[in-house]
């Protein structure tokens, strides 16, 4: 019986986390003409683009 009264409540806050997230979902106000991505303004011009170094290069990771 105590089994049974376990798996009954665990299905019933189950039920009602779902139902109470789905009203909260459902209340919230939603502008479906808003974009999914943000526009990109401007785009860098070519000569701020990543140049190459004359540095050595990084051959490990170690840190003491």
Do not use: D, W
């Not at 376990?6 to 919230?28: D, E, N, P, R």
């Not at 526009?39 to 190459?52: D, G």
Request: proline share 9%.
């Amino acid at each position: 019986m105590r089994l049974f009264l376990m798996k009954a409540v665990a299905t019933a806050l189950t039920i009602g986390a779902t139902a109470l997230s789905a009203v909260f979902v459902t209340a919230h106000m939603k502008n479906p003409a808003a974009p999914l991505q943000p526009t990109v303004l401007t785009a860098a011009p070519a000569a701020q683009a990543v140049q190459p170094t004359t540095e050595p290069a990084i051959t490990s990771t170690y840190a003491s």
